[in-house]
T-cell receptor, first 114, second 113 residues
Framework: DAGVTQSPTHLIKTRGQQVTLRCSPKSGHDTVSWYQQALGQGPQFIFQYYEEEERQRGNFPDRFSGHQFPNYSSELNVNALLLGDSALYLC?????????????FGPGTRLLVL | EDQVTQSPEALRLQEGESSSLNCSYTVSGLRGLFWYRQDPGKGPEFLFTLYSAGEEKEKERLKATLTKKESFLHITAPKPEDSATYLCAVQAGRGSTLGRLYFGRGTQLTVWP
């Protein structure tokens, strides 16, 4: 059973650039959530996608945007990168949006902004 | 405001020395409390889901319990391979935030031989 996969594993960008991160959910899952984890912190919720729509959004600026495709995979886009965007970006997948489903995480993408 | 607080921030145990990690939460309408294990540079690995006060779950040397205000992760006779950061997260029941996980900062556990 394939788990959650993310690409790339590592990425180095400079301030002002744009980045796209990709996620494939666990087999059978239809909901994808994205989190940002700074060093030494717990993950912070960015947004959640279900049925190709953004259903929930955390306290992140509009520079952060996303997309979900018909096959349930998802992308996270960040524009005008800032040094503070350096973090581990985690994708989590789940089944449905009842509010109590377990979210399974991928290995993450480590983004470094110079 | 929904909050999750984990203690201690760091814990060092000798192999075989049992202990507990704490996760206290303030959230309206708890839908679920989750424990994850995270190794350095990796994504969180799911351990347990607890839904209601009094519930307990076990897996190998780990046992998770839940009350109305907090959860404990008990580690019995830990081994060095149990060294990791343990994260606690909650899901709230309100419509505007339904489905998102609120995480604590984690407890970094080190088990030495």
């Amino acid at each position: 059973d394939a788990g959650v996969t993310q690409s790339p594993t590592h990425l180095i960008k400079t301030r002002g650039q744009q980045v796209t991160l990709r996620c494939s959910p666990k087999s059978g899952h239809d909901t994808v959530s994205w989190y940002q984890q700074a060093l030494g912190q717990g993950p912070q919720f960015i947004f959640q996608y279900y049925e190709e729509e953004e259903r929930q959004r955390g306290n992140f600026p509009d520079r952060f945007s996303g997309h979900q495709f018909p096959n349930y995979s998802s992308e996270l886009n960040v524009n005008a990168l800032l040094l503070g965007d350096s973090a581990l970006y985690l994708c989590a997948s789940s089944l449905g949006t009842s509010g109590s489903e377990t979210q399974y995480f991928g290995p993450g993408t480590r983004l470094l902004v110079l | 405001e929904d909050q999750v607080t984990q203690s201690p921030e760091a814990l060092r145990l000798q192999e075989g020395e049992s202990s507990s990690l704490n996760c206290s939460y303030t959230v309206s309408g708890l839908r679920g409390l989750f424990w994850y294990r995270q190794d350095p540079g990796k994504g969180p690995e799911f351990l347990f889901t607890l839904y209601s006060a009094g519930e307990e779950k076990e897996k190998e040397r780990l046992k998770a319990t839940l009350t109305k205000k907090e959860s404990f992760l008990h580690i019995t006779a830990p081994k060095p391979e149990d060294s990791a950061t343990y994260l606690c997260a909650v899901q709230a029941g309100r419509g505007s935030t339904l489905g998102r996980l609120y995480f604590g900062r984690g407890t970094q556990l080190t088990v030495w031989p």
